[in-house]
C-alpha cells in the first residue's frame, strides 16, 4: 500500500483535498483508504442505539457489521495517544492508498496544505517529510522551495502527481516498528 499524508493547520483545505482525491483515485481503479486524527473526543453512533448501548455498558470494543459494511469502536480504559502506524496497521491490507489527514508531526512523507489567506505559516521549511505543498496560492508562498507545487484546486493533477510518484510512498510498516 502507498502512504502520504496531507498536512496543515485547521482551515487549510485538508478535509476538502481528501474528499476530492478520493473519488479521482476510484476512477484510476484504486481503493483507497483514510486515517483520520482526532483533537478531541468523538462519536460514531447514537444514544439509544446499540452500539452505542453496548460501549455504554462497558464494552471494550463493539463491532457492527452488515452486508454494506462494517465498523470497529474502541473504548481506551485509560487515555491512549496512537500513532499513526498503529492506526494504519488496523486497515484492510488490500487497500492501494491510504489518505492520512492530520498528524502533521508524524513521519509519514506529506503533501502540505497551504492557503495565503489562512495567515499561517508554511510548515515545509522545517519539516524534512514534506515532500509537495499543494496550494492556491503559489505565487505568495513564504519561502522558495525546489519541493514540487500542486494546485490544490485540482485534484486529477494531485493524484497524477502521486500516482507517478507512488514509488516514494511505498508503506512498510517494518520501517515503523
Known sequence: MKVVGLAGYSGSGKTTLVERLIP????????????????H???????????????????????V?????????????????????HLIAE??????????????DSD??????????????ARYVDDDFIVAIATDSPDQLPHATQRPVL??????????WLIASETRFEYRSEMFA
Not at 479521482?24 to 483533537?39: E, M, P, Q
Open 24 to 39: 479521482v483515485f476510484r476512477l484510476h481503479g484504486l481503493r483507497v483508504s483514510v486515517v483520520k486524527h482526532a483533537h
Open 41 to 63: 473526543s468523538f462519536d460514531i453512533d447514537h444514544v439509544g442505539k446499540d452500539t452505542y448501548r453496548h460501549r455504554e455498558a462497558g464494552a471494550f470494543e463493539v463491532v
Open 65 to 85: 457489521a452488515s452486508k454494506h459494511r462494517l465498523a470497529l469502536m474502541r473504548e481506551f480504559e485509560q487515555p491512549a495517544q496512537l500513532s499513526v502506524h
Open 91 to 104: 486497515l484492510y491490507a488490500g487497500v492501494d492508498w491510504v489518505l492520512v489527514e492530520g498528524f502533521k
Open 108 to 121: 509519514l512523507l506529506k503533501m502540505e496544505v497551504w492557503r495565503a489567506l489562512s495567515k499561517q505559516p
Open 151 to 160: 494546485d490544490l484546486n485540482d485534484a486529477d493533477a494531485v493524484v497524477s
